[in-house]
């Protein structure tokens, strides 16, 4: 888990890069590798790579980045984790193959060298890397199926360059501020900035699963080499037998976390008092670690009440024989570190505060690594989306074949309910989106409509972002091929969306703010191909229960039982709070909004002061 | 590879876009692959002269009625695999004749006329295109704020410069001219009154201080238009009448002269969709100066070429360049750093590439 960067002066006409931008994009990055820095540069010096290093697997000076591979004819700069990298070493090995360290990114240079781009295929884990490769004079860059690690581009029809993060990429300097309406319009839909968009122009996210190439003639389009609603679509197919649902989850998330327990340094977990960081837990038990750091978030406010996670969450460490830390955090706190929570939020995101929080306490507690629950609620069908979205299609499905009906009541729903419009906006969007599975999931998820925009935005504005983000394309191009399944069609939009745009996003600013690898064992392209046949006969009452009965000594029945009415989390009302409004008066959805309005006023005097 | 060239002007043509797609149409129709190329002007006031191998340009036709109806027909009939667009104008036109054929399609994108959002006909055949090509980065960068074009579609091919220009006795022009041991000054452009941002103006304003700490020096404006008379009429109340010299437009053949007889070549320019006379000025050897803004600073090579500075900068520097040493080696060296960096083998090389990549 590193901070990576690149600058490729592609073009005849380009200028040569400078030491000085490449090193400025680098060391922008410190926190996401305080363990160790270093540049490569082609010898034309039209191509240089930066690193910086958090030490997890080798951590000697051999295993130091960018690497070269023995002839010298390729050099990589990697973040992330190969987990399948002891098969792959042993594979590669029974080649023929000589490792000089006993490092995953050796192992890249020589699946590279040996398959080529197809190696992406071969690959098990969370990474973003650049490989150049001398022999066909170009740039290879891979990221993996769910987007975990962050990796931006720019391309300014000279020179490529890209980096682990969009801030890293404006600090050297060269890369235009140009605002881009699609990121602004799609940060202010989702509460995140949807990929490949990000808030300025030039600036773009190579997509989750996607490769790119670079030569001499510019980036081409990047290639998509995986797509989860493909694998969705081939396990419903196929569907398993009922009878070995259990089985296949149990063997399938066993398997996950032992892989993601793969490191030279102590990986601890993120215990909340849900279902998927207690499974978690019990399996990492069961996969043999015998030593294990939990850390809880819990919140002053809620001390000695009903809403506090801490006791459940040390039931739940008792039982599996962890070392609980239970980590409180105040309001006071958050105001506290509020200044750098901004600054290390790489694109604006209404989400993240708690991600950053439970990081800093891992951090205190010394540790490197650490597994998360995330993901848990998309693959185990944990969400209200997945009764909701099935559900209003099939009411409001009928309401297409009368197109602009929508609309309409929308418009007169405004009129003659002025008040709903304040307080639901969305309510009044339910027949003019409810009736597909697109729609349905911009109105679950959205923290605006499309058509609210205007009374936010500059007319302009909208109208630019919409026409190039297309909200409503991309989401059904999220579910192409057809998962076939509503299940899995609501799993391939959460998983494509919500998860790849907030939560991992956010799960990498805040974790990377506080030098905290954060491994996400139900976010493991493995597991998706082992779940697809299961994620048909998943409902949403039961695909949780059968995570918690996954761990051998399976969770106490009082977590099951909490877990469906949830915990309070004050961080809403904190942020709330921040955008002078009382708290008390903002539903959630309501906080959201406020909140997001008041991170792009803020992002322009804070996250980004020269914007 | 078969190549519908649907273009403004190209074999003779005047002006800078025809000179682009000579050079472009030239390279696709050479080297190891080379494409047939049929080549249909709005305007040809010079007569063609020597078509290149494979090259066969049609009667031009201006009418656009007559012009669109002769464009599908010959599409129609040559069944390429490459519309190429030369103009942000006939790209409707360029992409029915496309999808007619089922053809690629490429568009050439120059400069302002690609700045502001185009109407949707022409903004929608833009973003139908396979391939955009523009001659700078800063065209690049305006063509994606109003299209919604994959990034990766929109590619870089700068102008480049003729053989023409090289280094070479600056004597026989200075005589001509009458100019014996005065500084030299140097702009090349059309003075369009609807083009005021090439900025000769600027450089009138700042004489006064120039002459103060130069001495003798002369402005030679090459270059006609509607603009002349503001801006002899700003030299006048100036007081640097006698030290401007407006040439009206300049045979081609006399520029390089030209250009070698100056000291210093100037455009302050705020709008060049690139600006070849950068180039052509250094690759005679004559050092460049310009605004660090739009497509100049590609001319200027990001100021490693020439210099690109803000505007408030513009006389320092203009007297720096004046003082600096300027010896035969140093005008070579500077012909030889911009023909590596714009020569055309580089541009044939990109040209043919990326448009086969796109066929």
Known sequence: MCGVNGIYAYHYAASPPSEAELLATRDHMRARGPDGEGVWWRQDRRVGFGHRRLAIIDLSERAAQPMLSDDGRLAITFNGEIYNFPELKAELEAQGRRFRTSSDTEALLHLYELYGQEMVHRLRGMFAFAIWDEAREGLFLARDPYGIKPFYTANDGWTFRFASQVKALLAGGKVSRDPEPAGVVGFHLWGSVPAPFTMYREIRALPAGHTQWIDRLGPREPRAYVNLSAILAEGARAPAARADVSGIIRQGVLDSVRAHLLADVEVGVFLSAGIDSGALLGLMRDAGQRDIRAITLAFEEFYGTDEDEAPLAAKVAQAYGARHVVRRVSKREFQEDLPDILASMDQPSIDGVNTWFVAKAAREAGLKVALSGIGGDELFAGYPSFQDIPRWVSWLGPTRALPGLGAVLRRLGGALAPGLKQRLPKALGMVEYGGSYPGAYLLRRGLYLPSDLEALLDADLVREGLRRLKPLRTLAGCMTPDPHTPVGRVVA??????????????????????????????????????????????????????????????????????????????????????????????????SSRAWARELMQRRVAAIDPAA | MRILALVTEAFGGRGGIAQYNRDLIEALASGPAPAKVEVLPRLAPDPPGGLPERVRQHPAAFSRPLYALRGLLLAWRLRPDLVFCGHLYMAPLAAIAARLTRARL???????????????????????????????????????????????????????????????????????????????????????????????????ALLPRLIQARGPLVYVVVGDGADRPRLEALARDAGVAAHVRFLGQAPANDLPGLYRAADVFVLPSAGEGFGIVYLEAMACGTPAVGLAAGGALDALGDGDLGAAVEQEALGETILAALAAPRGERARHDLAQRTRDRFGGSAFRDLARAILKRAA
């Open chain 1, 493 to 590: 939009l959460e998983s494509t969306n919500y998860l790849r745009h907030q939560l991992l996003r956010d799960a990498d600013w805040a974790g990377m703010a506080h030098s905290i690898e954060i491994r996400t064992p139900l976010v493991d392209i493995e597991l998706l191909r082992r779940m697809a046949p299961v994620v048909p006969l998943l409902s949403s009452r039961d695909g949780k229960r059968e995570l918690a009965n996954a761990p051998s000594l399976p969770l106490p029945a009082e977590i099951v039982e909490r877990s469906k009415t949830g915990f309070g989390v004050p961080t809403g009302e904190w942020t709330a709070g921040e955008t002078g409004q009382p708290p008390a008066v903002l539903a959630k959805g309501a």
């Open chain 2, 106 to 204: 490429a568009v050439q994108l120059h400069g302002i006329e690609a700045w502001a959002v185009p109407p949707a006909a022409q903004r929608r055949a833009v973003e139908s295109a396979d391939l955009v090509l523009c001659v700078s980065r800063d065209t690049r960068r305006r063509v994606l704020a109003w299209s919604g074009l994959a990034p990766e579609r929109v590619v870089v091919l700068p102008n480049t410069v003729g053989e023409a220009f090289t280094p070479g006795e600056a004597a026989p022009m200075r005589a001509r001219l009458g100019l014996a041991g005065e500084s030299v000054l140097l702009s090349v452009g059309r003075l369009d009154a609807r083009e005021r941002y090439k900025g000769h103006d600027k450089v009138i």
